[in-house]
């Protein structure tokens, strides 16, 4: 059965469109792989003479014990914000006369043959042989490789079960930051030295290789608690469940006053109002208020006068960024209906538009109170705004013609990198690096303000000629509305 369950998986990924489309994004993965492989096992065979270097008069494997427990932190972190259960289409399979068990075994296992879970012994196993050829004990040392590996697959069995009970809930990460950030502090400051008591357990299992059974039934009962997690929900009746919520509306009379584009505009706000990722990214808007506070206030960037207008785009432009950069993406779920209706595609996008013009006035008029750093950043955020609405609101426009990737807007938004692919990366470089370019050659050659003046100047063409450009735009977008309906049709 298991045979049968890889070969499934094994055509399912190279059959599925994900891998025909993104077959440049998954060789770069592949390189990628390959240089942090590269870099863990050059730090294995590297360490025990770094250690020794830097540490002279102490045992660098009990300086390693050391570090185990920033580590365990650090990859708890890493693997909650980027890790995620692999999963099979199992709703075929529940029909057939095979035992849940079997799947949900399955399932669990495959997750212990994760990069997350290989990555580590590139490092482990080379540092374990350094050891070995150093003169340490063979036991010992193979005893402290095998608990390393029980520690990785604990912290994948952990992280699954973080993840299930916080995955329905808005800000899903802030607990395990919180959990995080405490446990970190509670060691730093001293309060209780968490990383000597787990330094000593591991000393005392490497002496005492019996008490390794400790960690074993540790990480045993985490892998029957995502057991019995899993199971209830492998039920096919639960899967066709309809969700039951209540309805909610809003008067939105007032958007009638744009027009025709006035249906398109309700359907946005009714989006960001009613869906968890769309209205997760709202609170987004509040860490990109509040990061003018990381620069401003530092005297070090007082006089990286570029830097401050990358602040001020970012500042300014956080919600259009966010939001337009997945246009028309986040309509993905009934884009076929939509494209079936007699409307005009240009009022469809003039209210995508409307909406990122409307979004960088409201955060110019909110960063106003950064002045107290100087009117320069105010005279900053004002021209950057300018920018933002003449130049980036048509710039993520035409590059949302090339979306193709689907949106469940039921999920999280923080940390979730589903419908990005290679536009969403390409297109930073124009919306982030290019206006600090612009604004830094006249600056270096002229002054600030001939830099300000330029970002005006660039921004404010770009909002006279928006007709223009909204119909370039426009026939761009009618060009690939067929590609865009059959791709989002893809599951």
Known sequence: MIKHFINFEWKQFFRSSYWQKSIAINILMVFFALYFILVFVALGFGMYPMLKKMFPDSDPLIKVNNFVFYWLLADLLIRFFL????????????????????????VLSKSAISFFNFLPLFAIIPFGAVLIFKGYAS???????????????????????????????????????????????????EIASLS??????????????????????????LYYLNYTILKPKLYIDGSLKAKEQIASSSDLTWTRKF??????????????WRNKRPKSSIFILVIGLLYGLIFYPNPVYQNMTPMLIFVGIFITGIFMINFGQFIPAWDSGYYKLLMSQNIKYKQYLNSKFSL??????????LSIPYVYFGWKILLI????????I??????????????????????????NYQGTGA???????????????IFYVPYKFISFEAGIATLIIIGTIGIVLHKKLMNIITKRYLNSKHKMISAFEQS
């Open 356 to 365: 990122m013009f409307i979004s960088a006035i409201v955060l110019f008029i």
């Open 423 to 437: 536009v969403q990366w390409l297109i930073g470089f124009p919306l982030l690096i290019v206006p600090v370019l």
């Open 139 to 189: 036991a010992a040392v193979l005893t402290w490789v095998f608990l390393m590996i029980i520690f990785t697959l604990t912290i994948n069995f952990l992280n699954f079960i973080i993840e299930a009970k916080s995955a329905d809930t808005e800000l899903s990460f802030l607990p395990i930051i919180l959990v995080a950030s405490g446990l970190f502090a509670i060691n730093y400051f």
């Open 83 to 106: 890790q995620k259960l692999p999963v099979m289409n199992v709703k075929p399979l529940l029909v057939l006369p095979l035992k849940k068990k079997r799947i949900l075994h399955y």
């Open 390 to 415: 003449g130049v980036n609101t048509h710039v993520l426009l035409y590059g949302g013609s090339f979306n193709r990737k689907k949106i469940d807007l039921t999920q999280r938004a923080a940390f």
């Open 381 to 388: 955020h004002f021209a950057t705004a300018i920018y933002n």
């Open 259 to 272: 027009g025709d584009i006035a249906p398109f505009l309700q359907l946005d706000l009714k989006l960001l």
């Open 196 to 221: 000597t008591m787990l330094s000593n357990g591991i000393i005392s299992i490497t002496e005492n290789p019996i008490l390794i059974l400790v960690p074993i039934g540790i990480l045993i009962g």
